[in-house]
């Protein structure tokens, strides 16, 4: 086990695509990090170059004490579970498994014993004699995670390892890697696109894109204080809804201007605001933010959003309202079930004020509530 | 969803199929109302251009008929088939079995014809030819074979050289060894020698037999009489020929092409050559500007002893075949073609002597002049054998004179070994179901073998037949498209009926001919195994090109099948320079096995040819470094026959490697960009070298492909044809013939058709049940990505 540290790491292709731009990261021993992002945002890169099947452009991987920018692959002592799960499909599952322990000359014995043991933990324990095309989905995911285990390395690499499996077995198996992680506890890099995944599993986040790290954080660190437009949009499903608008200052206070309602900002964004008031400013509000009653956390006269209500999605306990007024196309709200809502019909939703964000329009889109 | 087809249409269908088989012949009916002429020619030195003229006059004198002249140096080969299947064309020249088609009635009788008018009217037409021209093809006083070119065997010299150096035309033997003595003291090599085609040998050794046996002895030869090789003086006749060879052929002249070896003359790197009248109109174009030809007639022992006005003619002649359609309008345009007039045209523009008389002397050039006036003053003409038991002889001549001109032989040896062979034959001929057993182990395992193999096959088929029921997974016996018999007959009877008519057919009746004796002329008579026993008992060819199979079929891959999946792996690997390998070496795909044979074959050349000249090159280079050993033993590849019979498998090995690599590295490489890449990431970060990456990755999972291409070899090596029958200029010796050679010799040469179909029977036995038993033991679990 060790710590996994990238200082200023760059990637760049042939034909001058930089799909890793100067990253630093520091990714703590026995931690579970998860990057994630869209598709081609440089995190498969970056999980790539740790692994040895990338060259680095520029700056410096370290795995434990080590700088392994030269060490081949099988030096770095990491191993790695493949999206497709690369089984060698002519090989049974024992001898996928002890492959790499065979490779190593570790003695017979040995090699069975840490397979059957590994076996056991994954429940595998039954197929160690079938090849791989008589496994269903789940059970190759195992044998592809028993292959990186039973090596015993310094850490484990994962590149969206769920996404060939279907949303009943990868939540199940979500759970599973996260006890597996809770008992070995192994540094684990994990890349996914999905973010309720990465919510779930990592112990800190670090989102990506255009091949740059936009936030690290825990899950509700980036979850509830995004630090830009993009991680506010990509993390949360349903997405955090943006509303264009402007600052203004009025009555003591600033308030967020978006044409029809003017809705009081928090006091703790007042120092932010001061230079921004007159400017565009994009409100970031998260559907569970809102509710269709003033009480609680939504009571007050000046947090009012009026809205029609498009489509109503109900989800059990809770429905997810998809609106709409003359300024915003589509509004999100997640809001406790109630009948006798009817599509077409006008509402008003309070909104949660400390829960609001603002936003500088444009890019990086920086929020403004964490400077 | 089911197919419906209805009864009508699947009818009108069958109706279309039809007419599209019959069409072609309806084509041929409509076409045969008028009169044609079919004329296969040999289109040799003398081109084709001369008879298509001819032809065109011909037509304009004769309106209404029609002539089809058409020629093709291989035109042997169909005519042969023709003949076989019993539709002659009217006139051919090919190079057939003429005594056999004599013997069987199959050639007409012209002397009835000869005794009419020629084409001028001036004459009888046999008076029009030269004396002794139309001898070789009389038979019981009945002449079959009407020459116009006179093919005359002589010795050509190069006339400018011989001035300047004041060497001069010679009559014996003894002054022609001291001639070639003094041509080589000068530097130069004496002798060109069409040395793949060593048929040319023949000429040399039938001169010198001639000449001191005598007519009567030389034309015992035809008979195969007790004493005809094993005598004084055709030991001494080989004698002659072999110490003309060793001595004074050009280096690398066993390895020659006959044009190659006559550019060498023309070149004047040597100073004569031994050819036919031909030689000036088949090399036209490359004839250096001022060259002068001069020719002299063969040597003879002593001015007292022989004729020396004796000319060695040989068949250049044109035959009408009874059975044509047409044969007496056959015979006019013969009378037409030997007419003065087409006579003096054929002597201008090829510049060779005719036997027509009173032509010759106006219309040939100065080069030919020397030529002509030997015809001139010849007494007698002597030529190839007539019979038949001399082509049957020509396999072990090929051997004998392969072995003598390249000294692996005495001349006493090579008597000895012909006479043998000539006892072996007349007792075969006299008790044709006689086997000598000379063979017991080689058939013993073979026919093992073969037995083994059929059980193993069926032994693995059944327990492979019993697993698949045990495990429920017979094959649902009904298809679920809903096919009705009259779909299935629409969908598959087309298909079967080719099928049928091209392959099944004709296979069963090799099957049927294996058992019986046949010349494919007369008729045929139940032989029961006895071909197959000769073969496996008694034939030391059958052996031998067995071998020779199996060297191309495992030495071969050996070098092949790493080499291309060495390529493979480069290009799909990626390494820089890979894909200019990919294209070289996909090339020669795209050319064919001929187009390929004939392209090495000039890089083999021994004299300039680019394999041996990179060879001396890289010697000099070697030496140059210090290596003076290997550098040494590299310049020995100057003059070195690559193509010469006894090194032509060893040739085979680079050939094939290009030929082959090819097909064999796109199929390797198509299986190898099937998997996946992130495998080869897997056992690269599991701690897998490049070596053991290929080794438990790639090699495992191209496998399918691997045992494809093994088969493929297998199947390639036992059906080897082509190559060996170019590169021996279809005149192979026993030790160079595969069992394909010696099929199509035996079918088409001997024309003993029941033995060549037995071969073919052998030969479909050992590639079927190799082929199946290697993919059974290759055989391996699919795996799937």
Redo the contacts between chains.
């Keep these: 086990m060790a710590e996994v540290v990238l200082d200023k790491v760059t990637k760049v292709y042939p034909g001058e695509i930089t799909a890793v731009r100067t990253m630093d990261l520091q990714i703590r021993d026995a931690e579970f990090i998860v990057l994630v992002g869209p598709s081609g945002c440089g995190k498969t890169t970056v999980l790539r170059m740790v692994?040895?099947?990338e060259e680095i452009t520029d700056g410096t991987v370290r795995i434990g004490d080590r700088v392994v920018n030269d060490v081949?692959?099988?030096n770095?002592d990491?191993?790695?579970v493949?999206?497709?799960y690369?089984l060698?499909?002519?090989m049974t599952v024992y001898k996928n498994m002890s492959?790499?322990l065979k490779?190593?000359r570790l003695p017979k014995t040995e090699i069975e014993q840490r397979v059957r043991d590994v076996a056991e933990i994954l429940g595998i324990g039954e197929l160690l004699e079938r090849?791989?095309?008589a496994l269903s989905g789940g059970q190759r995911q195992r044998v592809a995670v028993g292959?990186a285990i039973v090596?015993q390395p310094k850490a484990f690499l994962f590149d969206e390892p769920l996404s060939n499996l279907d949303a009943k077995l990868r939540v199940e198996m979500r759970a599973e890697l996260k006890s597996l992680h809770n008992r070995l506890k192994t540094t684990t890099i994990y890349v996914t696109h999905d973010q309720e995944e990465a919510m779930t599993l990592g112990e800190r986040i670090v989102v990506m894109k255009d091949g740059q790290v936009q936030q690290v954080g825990t899950p509700l660190e980036v979850y509830g204080r995004p630090a830009n437009l993009f991680v506010a949009g990509f993390v949360g499903s349903p997405p955090m809804n943006m509303l264009s608008g402007k600052v203004i200052r009025w009555d003591q206070g600033f308030y967020f201007d978006e044409g029809l309602a003017k809705i009081l900002l928090p006091e703790r964004l007042n120092d932010a605001l001061r230079d921004h008031v007159g400017k565009d400013v994009i409100m970031g509000i998260r559907p569970e933010a809102m509710n269709l009653h003033a009480q609680g956390r939504f009571a007050g006269q000046k947090n009012i959003l009026p809205l029609t209500v498009k489509v109503i999605e109900p989800l059990g306990e809770k429905m997810d309202l998809y609106c709409s007024s003359e300024n915003h196309p589509q509004i999100i709200a997640r809001v406790d079930a109630e009948a006798g809502l009817e599509p077409g019909q006008s509402i008003e939703l309070h909104l949660d004020l400390s829960r609001v964000h603002i936003f500088e329009p444009g890019e990086p889109g920086r929020n403004l509530g964490l400077t | 969803m089911a197919i419906r087809i209805t009864r009508k249409s699947l009818i009108a269908s069958l109706v279309a199929w039809m007419v599209l088989l019959i069409f072609p012949q309806a084509e041929a009916l409509a076409s045969e109302e008028s009169v044609q002429i079919e004329i296969p020619l040999f289109e040799g030195g003398q081109g084709l251009s001369f008879f298509l003229h001819c032809a065109r006059e011909y037509e304009k004198e004769r309106p209404g008929i029609r002539v089809n002249l058409y020629g093709d140096p291989r035109i042997v080969e169909k005519v042969k088939v023709r003949v076989l299947e019993g539709s002659f064309p009217e006139i051919t020249n090919a190079e057939l079995s003429h005594w056999a088609l004599i013997g069987e009635g199959k050639y007409l009788p012209l002397d009835e014809f000869l005794d009419g008018p020629n084409w001028e009217g001036d004459s009888s037409w046999r008076e029009s030819f030269m004396p002794g021209s139309l001898d070789l093809f009389t038979h019981e006083d009945k002449t079959y074979g009407i020459p116009l070119a006179y093919y005359v065997h002589t010795v050509w010299y190069n006339k400018k050289m011989f001035g300047e150096k004041g060497w001069k035309p010679v009559q014996t033997w003894e002054q022609f060894f001291e001639l070639c003595e003094k041509i080589k003291a000068s530097g130069l090599w004496p002798l060109a020698f069409q040395g793949r085609y060593h048929d040319y040998a023949q000429r040399y050794i039938e001169a010198a037999y001639y000449h001191l046996a005598g007519r009567r002895r030389y034309y015992a030869w035809g008979q195969l009489q007790p004493g005809c090789f094993d005598n004084p003086e055709f030991v001494q006749a080989m004698e002659l020929v072999q110490r003309l060879a060793l001595n004074y052929f050009q280096p690398g002249s066993m390895g020659m092409s006959h044009t190659e070896a006559q550019l060498e003359f023309f070149m004047g790197r040597t100073a004569m050559i031994v050819c036919g009248s031909w030689l000036k109109s088949e090399m036209l174009g490359k004839i250096p500007d001022g060259f002068e030809m001069g020719t002299f007639n063969f040597p003879i022992p002593s001015v007292n002893t022989a004729d020396p006005s004796a000319i060695q003619i040989q068949s250049g002649f044109y035959f009408v075949f009874k059975e044509g359609q047409h044969p007496r309008q056959a015979v006019d345009f013969l009378r037409f073609m030997t007419s003065r007039r087409m006579a003096a045209t054929f002597c201008r523009e090829r510049d060779i002597p005719v036997a027509i008389k009173g032509v010759n002397e106006e219309n040939l050039s100065s080069d030919t002049k020397e030529l002509a006036a030997i015809i001139n003053a010849s007494g007698t003409s002597y030529g190839k054998i007539p019979g038949d038991s001399y082509r049957i002889l020509e396999q072990r001549l090929t051997d004998v004179r392969f072995d003598l001109l390249t000294n692996r032989i005495t001349p006493q040896r090579a008597a000895t070994v012909l006479e043998k062979h000539a006892a072996t034959l007349r007792q075969e001929n006299l008790n044709p179901d006689d086997i000598t057993v000379r063979y017991v182990w080689k058939p013993v395992l073979f026919l093992g073998l073969l037995a083994a193999g059929i059980v193993y096959y069926l032994l693995t088929s059944l327990g492979r037949f019993l697993a698949a029921r045990g495990s429920g997974r017979v094959p649902a016996s009904k298809s679920p498209l809903e096919f009705g018999r009259a779909n299935l007959a629409l969908f598959i009877g087309p298909a079967l009926l080719l099928y049928s008519v091209f392959v099944i057919v004709p296979c069963m009746k090799s099957f049927a001919w294996s058992v019986h004796r046949w010349n494919g002329l007369g008729e045929m008579t139940y032989a029961g195994l006895v071909h197959f026993g000769r073969l496996l008992f008694e034939s030391d060819y059958f052996w031998i090109a067995l071998g020779n199979n199996l060297f191309i079929m495992s030495i071969i891959p050996l070098f092949v099948l790493p080499f291309s999946l060495f390529l493979a792996t480069c290009i799909s690997r990626g390494i820089t320079g890979s894909q200019l390998f990919r294209v070289v070496f996909f090339f020669p795909n795209v050319l064919g096995v001929v187009a390929i044979t004939l392209l090495w074959m000039h890089m083999y050349n021994p004299q300039g040819g680019v394999v041996n000249t990179a060879l001396v090159g890289l010697g000099r280079g070697v030496s140059g470094i210090g290596l003076e050993g290997l550098g040494t033993y590299l310049q020995g590849f100057a003059s070195f026959a690559w193509l010469a019979q006894d090194h032509l498998y060893w040739a085979l090995v680079p050939m094939s490697i290009w030929g082959a690599c090819g097909f064999n590295m796109i199929l390797f490489l198509a299986a190898m960009e099937s998997i996946p890449q992130s495998l080869y990431e897997a056992a690269e970060i599991d701690g897998a070298s490049t070596w053991r990456q290929f080794h438990s990755i790639t090699l495992p999972l191209i496998w399918p492909a691997l045992s494809i291409a093994v088969v493929f070899m297998i199947i390639g090596g036992m059906k080897t044809f082509e190559v060996i029958w170019l590169l021996t200029n279809q005149a192979p010796t026993t030790a160079t013939h595969v069992i394909g050679t010696l099929m199509i010799r035996s079918m088409f040469i001997d024309f003993k058709v029941g033995q060549a179909a037995a071969i073919a029977v052998l030969l479909f036995l050992m590639v079927l049940f190799g082929s199946a038993v290697t993919l059974r033991i290759m055989k391996r679990e699919t795996v799937e990505f």
């Design positions: 692994a040895g099947l081949p692959p099988k770095r990491i191993a790695m493949f999206q497709n690369a060698y499909p002519h492959f790499a490779l190593r090849k791989p095309k292959r090596r």
